[in-house]
């Protein structure tokens, strides 16, 4: 079950296995995964042209790795089944 502590409408967040998404600040949440282990970054951009959704993977404990920045919530999310 993913849980979502975040303004963000539940019914924009598809559905994430075991994935917890946990506010750090207004426009940024961690992943967590079942275990605890926090496995990446979801951050809300504003844009001239709309909002844009950045994910970031924890590749070591000090390094992440940027996976994308994208139009929709869903596919930024989609980055961490």
Do not use: K, Q
Request: hydrophobic residues 40%.
């Amino acid at each position: 079950m993913t849980t979502l502590i975040a303004p963000i409408p539940r019914a924009a967040i598809p559905n994430v296995r075991g994935r917890t998404f946990i506010r750090v600040r207004d426009g940024l949440w961690r992943i967590v995964d079942p275990s605890g282990a926090v496995i990446g970054y979801l951050e809300h951009h504003d844009g001239v042209d709309g909002d844009r959704f950045s994910a970031r993977r924890v590749v070591f404990a000090t390094r992440t790795r940027d996976l994308g920045v994208f139009c929709r919530i869903e596919d930024a999310v989609d980055c961490f089944r």
